[in-house]
């Protein structure tokens, strides 16, 4: 992975996080916002700019790409260089999980 793609997105945004989950299977922008919404009981709902948004910057730095077309949906899937920054971000919520846990006890 090179520094800029780690600089850019480690720490990742919550938006950032929750595309790159999702991806892990095919998904398009709008069942994205639905799963998201799901899994945090609604408490974040991603406005279709930064879907969007943040779609298009990933697929252009490698870390999803477009798998196919339907119904004028574009179907994402997460990529290697995604997978690679998404447990890069898991290593570090963990850590500060641990961190916060003795920390407190």
């Known amino acids: 992975m090179d520094a800029h793609i ?3 997105y480690v720490p990742m945004t919550e938006t950032g996080f929750y595309i790159l989950l ?3 299977q095919p998904g398009h922008g709008y069942g994205i916002v639905q799963q998201v919404r799901k899994m945090t009981n609604e408490e ?3 406005a279709p700019g930064t879907m969007y948004g943040s779609l298009s910057k990933m697929e252009k730095d490698g ?3 477009c798998i196919a077309e339907e119904e004028k949906r574009k179907i994402y899937q997460i990529t290697d260089l995604g997978t690679e ?3 890069l971000e898991l290593k570090r919520i963990e850590r500060l999980y641990q961190n916060a846990r ?3 006890s």
């Open 6 to 8: 780690k600089k850019v």
């Open 85 to 87: 920054v998404l447990e």
């Open 102 to 104: 003795e920390a407190l």
């Open 22 to 24: 999702c991806l892990r």
């Open 63 to 65: 870390l999803i790409r």
């Open 44 to 46: 974040l709902v991603l």
